[in-house]
């Protein structure tokens, strides 16, 4: 129904779809296992390499979109693809989402889609948004977050969508939904996630300040769930999973969804109204500039 | 009202209940104190021990149904009987409920209540669970669960229900809510009841990994509030009790009852839907299946 | 719009506001920023010094109604008064609000304006209480508390409406909403904000045994962010709030009400029906014999 609806929007998203799943891993499902084992690698598209594991059912979705894995709205729609093909094979049944870049895993909403840029622009950006944190909050798959680098906004939310997360621990690094720092205002859903991750308490003070956490803070808080050295986390993702696969997966998903239902259903039935709010604020006069200026320092951080 | 609802589907408890007042703790009340000190025991069933102090109105439930304390239809009836007359004796003012079983708190819900009966049996059986969360996480008075055991599933649910938990402090026994390790789903009211206790992210990946708890670590995530050497338990609710009774109880009720109002409100207006989920679920094919596997296993683990 | 309320039913004030209004910081707002650097003192009522920075945007309302800070009608009303100029001057980014008494914050709602009331009166006391709650919990301003002291009941509730908590380390304070203790029942407005900063577990037995904590065990659960020598609080105050300064004002003030406007919400939506239980509570016979006897053993303790 989600990717339905990202289609509605976007017509010539159809076609690609088709192309890609010429390639993609359902086509390995008449091989045999070793055959699979040997061909393992089936990338949904240039920015997204996904490694399903047929003999485990385990899919590894490694984010490759330079320099940062900003989410932009051709990522996000990359990524949605890719999530909602493993969704529909059934013989998937774990995901780990990781980062191919180095030193972050991804760096949040690409502010590019959201500057200089027509409300309709702004419109299609924010149901991308909203379809990947529908997706993956809701995905029926165990989704654990191998964070092998920085994760802030948007890069936070995603890995928050997840099961199980996991966090390089490298003092360098640093997780958090920061927007007030950049002048703009996590919705709703972001916060409730947060909410729903580290309580209402530490949400309402990391929002408002805009806090960035260390890998250990982030531990500290429950924003992450363990830490490992740098060239651990996907291993350690790997051997988490197996503890995850040992438990039915219909039992499993039926508890996944009676504890994050509510929170989905409060977005679902407002997602115009939260796409509204999101253009109209993004489109003032104030927060342009409040964008501009950002950009313009990160411009300068870079030179 | 709760135990007419009950009586209501299940009228040979009347007889039972005029039965058994006649030997209860309420016969002691034309007693002198002295008189009631020294007969203070008055079990309610063979498989309820209830000891009435009237002299600190502190009453002491042993659960012992040999021989792990199953929460079968029978004991459930005979714990809510027992409860409910406790909760009419206004001199009754606070409740400690152990066990007698040796390494057992309580084994939770009785699984052959569950595994090849009739619909009609489950529903009978799933009114007599709600009825037994109900009397508790709604009790008037001051409940301290004594965990002298491992108390998973529904023996952690009736931990939950009370104001106090204090366990025994030895790394063989656990607690938790393990539904889904056996393939079946903890209710919403399960949940809420976790959520309560431990926050939203514990219970998420308590309930969708089925995890038990050591003592430690229930400490840990405030799923128990104190370990005490095995030895020390009761006495330390004992203890604990009478910090409690300090408080003026029409102010603690009416603050108890704050806090869990919309929590028990959920469950009372959606008990029909509840029992109807409930039997749909648990007479499925499938579900049948890794109950009986669940069983096997037990059996061998014995032998 | 709160201001409106309150003054609606106390049609006096308007007169004391103009008076006010004469001496107060606003009057700075047409000087020299060296100018109001020298006289920042603008005290808005004998009870209440509020020191409003120009060139911080920050202001310090000191509460030195002798002997403990004690909310009655009276100071409340001052309190409400201070703050609504505050927040209505833009210049006005930041409150810290403290103590000039010593060893206390503030001991909370003044029992003398409960004891011996008529109805109405106690109709104008609470509806005074729930406007001191909504103005600070709904402040656009950042707040933070000063807690130089101990600060029992109604001082912990302002504490907790704050953004911020530093508090004194001084094991002789305690701070906490101890209600039952006295016999009464923190409502329902209490115990969400309370939720809302140290979670519901911690919340349901911290009102239903009235706790006390010291400094340490507040900085433990939660219910303060920060220890400091006593000395030291309000300097640390002052720290703190420059961090907060440094995020964008609009979206920060969005993300505070994007988190509290829930909670406000069921308050404003329920002011009378909150007014009629209290009123109805407070002035049973058997709540009052509690309060006299409260009374009683105050003095007792002071003599």
């Known amino acids: 129904m989600a990717l ?3 289609l509605r929007t976007k ?3 159809t076609g690609l779809l088709s192309q890609l799943s010429s390639c993609s891993s359902h086509g390995a499902a008449h091989m ?3 055959l699979v084992a040997q061909r393992r690698s089936s990338s949904t598209s240039q920015k997204i ?3 399903f594991d047929q003999s485990t059912g385990v899919a590894v979705m490694r984010m490759q979109s330079p320099p940062v894995n900003s989410l932009s709205l051709e990522f996000l ?6 999530l909602e093909k493993l969704e529909m094979d059934k013989s998937c049944r774990g995901l780990i989402v990781t980062s191919s870049q180095p030193k972050v895993f991804s760096a949040g909403l690409n502010i590019l889609d959201m500057y200089g840029k027509s409300p309709e622009h702004c419109v299609e950006f924010w149901k991308a948004v909203q379809e990947m944190w529908l ?10 977050a191998a964070v092998n680098g920085s994760s802030p906004a948007g890069g936070c939310l995603l890995s928050m969508t997840c099961d199980y997360r996991i966090m390089a621990d490298n003092p360098r690094y640093s997780i958090g939904l920061n927007e007030t720092q950049l002048g703009i205002v996590a919705p709703f859903w972001f916060k409730d996630t947060m909410i729903n991750t580290v309580g209402h308490r530490t949400t309402e003070m990391a929002l408002q300040l805009g806090l960035l956490y260390s890998p250990a803070e982030a531990l500290k808080i429950g924003l992450v769930d363990q830490l490992v050295p740098e060239d651990q986390v996907l291993t350690t993702a790997t051997e988490t999973m197996t503890k995850w696969l040992a438990i039915p997966d219909h039992a499993r998903q039926l508890t996944k969804s009676m504890m994050r239902k509510p929170t989905i259903d409060k977005l679902t039935s407002n997602r115009e109204a939260d796409v509204n709010n999101f253009v109209k604020f993004i489109t003032k006069d104030s927060i342009q500039k409040s964008l501009g200026m950002y950009l313009e320092m990160l411009k300068r951080r870079k030179a």
Do not use: E, H, Q, W
Request: proline share 7%; aromatic share 8%.
């Open 4 to 6: 339905r609806a990202c």
């Open 11 to 13: 017509p010539g998203l």
């Open 32 to 34: 045999s296992p070793a």
């Open 49 to 51: 390499k996904v490694d």
């Open 77 to 82: 729609t990359d990524v949605c693809i890719a």
């Open 135 to 144: 997706k993956f909050y809701g995905s029926n798959m165990i989704t654990i």
